[in-house]
């Protein structure tokens, strides 16, 4: 609820739940809360607008941080005041103009729209009214919430271990987040989510802020000790990266929001089908990654048994990953270079995509289109093109080069069209159903502004001219995992680990945000590459499931059993993918993180896939019933296990009698509150059930 009256600066005075008509009455009411004088304070009320400011009184974090190029710092403080507001039913759009010492200096727009989910989007721009130009260095979204808000959960993260979650009180001041890297990066924050202390998958109130942008951000919370508590979300600018001539605009990155009074499971009823609607619609095959199973090591006689395997599978979709372009025989190098090896592939990539397609399958392709190796043709023609000093007669980079790279500058016309016009060409010439498109470094030269934005034109211009490409993204990994590239992109890349322990934490923190089915999860080979950690086929067939699925695996070398569950998995997931892909993601607060309950439920409760989940040996002798809610209490539920090659390892002799007899049929109400007697699993196990509703 915004308050527009006047021309003074609108203040939201409430966002979450549905309150109905206001009265005008009521409104003055709830727009005076908070209206006292604080001691030691200034004379009129303190009420934060949506650009609070000092000349409003308000001492915090400026959300408009602007000046005119080249006068000397200001004698008065910024003036902001509204000019137009336009509103309908689920949205509100403002116009204000803001002045300095010697006049008109920005006109800003502010947004906000609701979607049918409950997500809120806010979005602004700045256009700059000044004959001299503006510097713009911070155009923020700030939120409030309310005071019992008081418990904050974000994420932080490495690369192999995305999406760690971190809690605490909210404290007074600022926890803010700044991300310099070109990329959210492995650390991100992902979601800031304020709430009432406790709140859990199931429980409490909940208030959720995501920054829709690829590039650097701050987001964070602040909390002052006049009770004010925001959340905020801007690019991060250096200064002087952003100079508006006169009547140039600025566009900030959208801040996504969402409230829930049930918890984080709350939250993620509402981003998902928000998401699911705003990332391009697209089909879910099962994929096959060379990554894990060959690396660098393209020889077509080594890549044909694996595409027949593929296929003997059920697999749906072969990437060819990193190594296929020309002089990549390891990471050294090669970037840039975007045309296939000659040495390696004499006649093209056509002998290997004529096999997959021939078996049935679509073909994919790794690339890393902003990306640079010192070593390779594009940099020793256009050396300007890397963002990156390469001077020194001593050899050293500034900055370094990391992972043997540089970021490409794609602010220049000609090596955006250069990258654009190889891409185009390969697509041209084989029929490429998804790219890969990676991103394997922190950017440490250049705008990362207009990089991010240049980037986003690359993309969006190579599916304007290849509509029908899907396209992942992958930044070591998780890196890159937002809402301003899910509007391009099709699926991400969720982490570089395939290690099903490490996958289960940052798959159940990253799909809070992103529906399951955006989330790339991949069958590894039984002792995982990274960690070296060995699972059971069973948990990681289990883990991968809920998600984008995949295998990266060299399945040619994998025994006969396990290729025949294998088999049987990939006709799972495709079983299921109607599920797997619409359904409301249900979790469920356990006494320790290390046994939990991941579960989809079908659009209207008909059936779900549930896995119970143990990532630890038991703390209890006798475990605890799998309780679900989610479904229907008033229909009853036919309850079967699913089968993932051998039964998940359990610590007493005999399974549960409903287990043993090969399901039960219960209530959904009996499954809510009481729950299903289960196995007691092993570390590193998971028993995955399917309930379907029999009346
Ligand atoms: C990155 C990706 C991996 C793989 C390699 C290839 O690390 O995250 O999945 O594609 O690059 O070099």
């Known amino acids: 609820m915004l308050d527009t009256r006047g021309t003074a600066v609108p203040r939201l005075l409430h966002w979450g739940s549905v309150l109905g008509a206001v009265e005008p009455e009521s409104l003055s009411v709830l727009a005076d809360a908070g209206a006292a004088i604080a001691p030691s304070s200034p004379d009129s009320p303190v009420l934060p607008s949506i650009f609070a400011s000092p000349a409003e009184g308000f001492s915090g974090f400026p959300a408009l941080v602007v000046r005119r190029a080249g006068a000397p710092f200001g004698r008065l403080p910024l003036r902001i005041r509204q000019t137009a507001v336009t509103a309908d039913d689920t949205s509100v759009s403002v116009q204000l103009e803001c002045a300095d010492d010697h006049g008109a200096l920005l006109a800003l727009a502010w947004r906000a729209v609701l979607s049918a989910e409950g997500v809120l989007t806010i979005g602004m721009d700045a256009r700059s009214l000044a004959p001299e130009g503006v510097e713009l260095h911070r155009l923020a979204a700030a939120v409030p919430v309310p005071a019992r808000a008081a418990e904050l959960l974000d994420f932080t993260g490495l690369w192999a271990g995305e999406r760690r979650p971190q809690r605490g009180a909210v404290r007074d001041g600022l926890h803010l987040r700044e991300q310099r890297r070109g990329r959210p990066g492995h650390d991100a924050p992902y979601l800031t989510v304020v709430g009432t202390p406790g709140f859990g998958f199931r429980s409490g109130e909940v208030w959720a802020l995501h920054h829709a942008f690829s590039g650097n951000s701050t987001t964070g919370v602040e909390a002052l000790p006049t009770g004010h508590r925001r959340l905020l979300a801007a690019e991060l600018l250096e200064p002087g990266e952003i100079v508006l001539g006169p009547g140039e605009v600025y566009t900030a990155p959208d801040a996504i929001l969402a409230w829930s009074d049930r918890g984080l499971d709350g939250l993620s009823e509402r981003f998902h089908p928000f998401v699911r609607a705003l990332s391009p619609a697209t089909h879910r095959p099962v994929v096959l990654n060379t990554w894990e199973a060959v690396y660098f090591d393209h020889e077509l006689e080594r890549l044909l048994p694996l595409v027949d395997a593929a296929a003997d599978l059920g697999i749906e979709r072969f990437v060819l990953d990193d190594g296929w372009f020309h002089g990549r025989t390891d990471d050294r190098r090669a970037l840039g270079d975007w045309t296939v090896d000659p040495e390696r592939w004499p006649a093209g990539l056509h002998p290997l995509v004529d096999a997959v397609v021939a078996r049935g399958m679509e073909f994919g392709l790794w690339v890393e289109p902003e990306m640079v190796s010192p070593d390779s043709r594009l940099a020793r023609e256009h050396p300007d093109w890397m963002l990156a000093d390469v ?149 990681r067939l289990a883990t991968a499931l809920f998600g984008s699925a995949g295998i990266e695996w060299d399945v040619t070398a994998a025994s006969d059993d396990d290729r025949d569950v294998l088999r049987d998995w990939v006709a799972t997931v495709k079983r299921f993918r109607g599920l797997l892909t619409t359904g409301t993601t249900v979790r469920t607060d356990e006494p320790t993180d290390d046994r939990y309950v991941h579960a989809l439920v079908s659009p209207g409760a008909d059936e779900a896939l549930i896995a119970l989940v ?76 399917h309930a379907v509703a029999v009346d």
């Not at 041209?428 to 250049?446: C, M, S, T, V």
């Not at 590894?524 to 590459?529: Q, S, T």
């Not at 479904?631 to 549960?656: K, S």
Request: aromatic residues 6%.
């Open 391 to 539: 001077s020194d007669q001593a050899g050293a980079h500034h900055p370094p080069t990391w992972r043997f790279q540089h970021t490409l500058d794609l602010t220049i016309p000609a090596a955006r069209a250069h990258v654009l016009e190889a891409l185009s060409t390969l697509l041209d010439e084989y029929p490429i159903a998804f790219l890969k498109w990676d991103h394997n470094r922190d950017q440490h030269a250049g705008s990362a502004a207009a990089h991010t934005r240049a980037v986003y034109a690359l993309i969006d211009e190579l599916r304007a001219r290849h509509p029908q490409v899907a396209i992942e993204s992958c930044a070591s990994g998780g890196a890159r995992v937002d809402l301003g590239i899910a509007r391009r992109v099709h699926r991400f890349w969720t982490s570089d680990t395939n290690d099903a322990l490490d996958r289960q934490r940052i798959q159940r923190y990253s799909a809070l945000l992103m529906p399951p089915e955006l989330l790339g999860g991949h069958v590894g080979a039984p002792r995982a590459h990274i960690t070296g950690r060995r699972h059971d086929l069973s948990f």
């Open 614 to 689: 143990t990532l630890a040996t038991a703390a209890v002798a006798v475990p605890a019933p799998l309780r679900l809610p989610g479904l229907d209490p008033n229909r009853r539920y036919r309850i079967e296990p699913v089968a993932l090659g051998a039964a998940p390892h359990a610590v007493q002799d005999a399974p549960p009698a409903w287990l043993a007899a090969g399901g039960i049929t219960v209530s959904g109400a009996l499954l809510a509150e009481l729950g299903l007697p289960v196995p007691l699993l092993g570390p590193e196990q998971a028993l995955v059930l």
